[in-house]
Antibody
Framework: QVQLVQSGAEVRKPGASVVLSCKAS????????IHWFRQARGQGPEWMGI????????SYAQQFQGRVTMTRDTSTGTVYMDLSSLRSEDTAVYYC?????????????WGQGTTVTVFS | EIVLTQSPGTLSLSPGERATLSCRAS???????LAWYQQKPGQAPRLLIY???SRATGIPDRFSGSGSGTDFTLTIRRLEPEDLAVYYC??????????FGPGTKVDIK
């Protein structure tokens, strides 16, 4: 079945970096964008950026420019999100989600989420 | 950047009643690229509606979406206890895009 499976929970100290993964299966990897969102406790989802698995092109939300890097490995169908210079405000659940490249129709499949905790 | 506002913040209704949720955009949403999601505690968001009015795969016809331009509505007919959740609208038509509204919490009495 179509699914996105994310890596496990992470704990980091302020100033450190974290790399999260999102492995796609059950569909053609290069026909859907992958987005990353994060959601702090009690808040709505916040869009972080997008990657086109076909060519690897990316676009990031302005507030994360310079701190986030998204890459993909087409051989394994996996997308990675690297977030650096972590601070306590980055504590959140991070989700990946897909959306169709042709005929956009919202984010129809989501990963299960990865909890990132940043504290000293 | 398009900013979305949702009302009401919380909706408390009894099973069988109709829920009407509103989403207003700060500027016209291109091509009605407006989606609605349901999020239950501890779960990822679930796509309900895309293109303002098209139901996603597997979504019951109790859920319907309408609207265009800057004003959109999600209607849930005949509320069921399992509909307890936060409902978000999202625009996915402009860059920097994919912004969510603040959500409407639906409580079941």
């Amino acid at each position: 079945q179509v699914q996105l499976v994310q890596s496990g929970a992470e704990v980091r100290k302020p100033g450190a970096s974290v790399v999260l993964s999102c492995k796609a299966s059950g569909y053609t990897f290069t026909t859907y964008y992958i987005h990353w969102f994060r959601q702090a406790r009690g808040q709505g989802p916040e869009w972080m950026g997008i990657i086109n698995p076909s060519g690897g092109t990316t676009s990031y939300a302005q507030q994360f420019q310079g701190r986030v890097t998204m890459t993909r490995d087409t051989s394994t169908g996996t997308v990675y999100m690297d977030l650096s210079s972590l601070r306590s405000e980055d504590t959140a659940v991070y989700y990946c989600a897909r959306s169709a490249i042709i005929e956009p129709a919202g984010m129809d499949v989501w990963g299960q989420g990865t909890t990132v905790t940043v504290f000293s | 950047e398009i900013v979305l506002t949702q009302s009401p913040g919380t909706l408390s209704l009894s099973p069988g009643e109709r829920a009407t949720l509103s989403c207003r955009a700060s500027q016209s949403v291109p091509s009605s690229y407006l989606a609605w999601y349901q999020q239950k505690p501890g779960q990822a968001p679930r796509l309900l509606i895309y293109g303002a009015s098209s139901r996603a795969t597997g979504i019951p016809d109790r859920f319907s979406g309408s609207g265009s331009g800057t004003d959109f509505t999600l209607t849930i007919r005949r509320l069921e206890p399992e509909d307890l959740a936060v409902y978000y609208c999202q625009q996915y038509g402009s860059s920097p895009g994919f912004t969510f509204g603040p959500g409407t919490k639906v409580d079941i009495k």
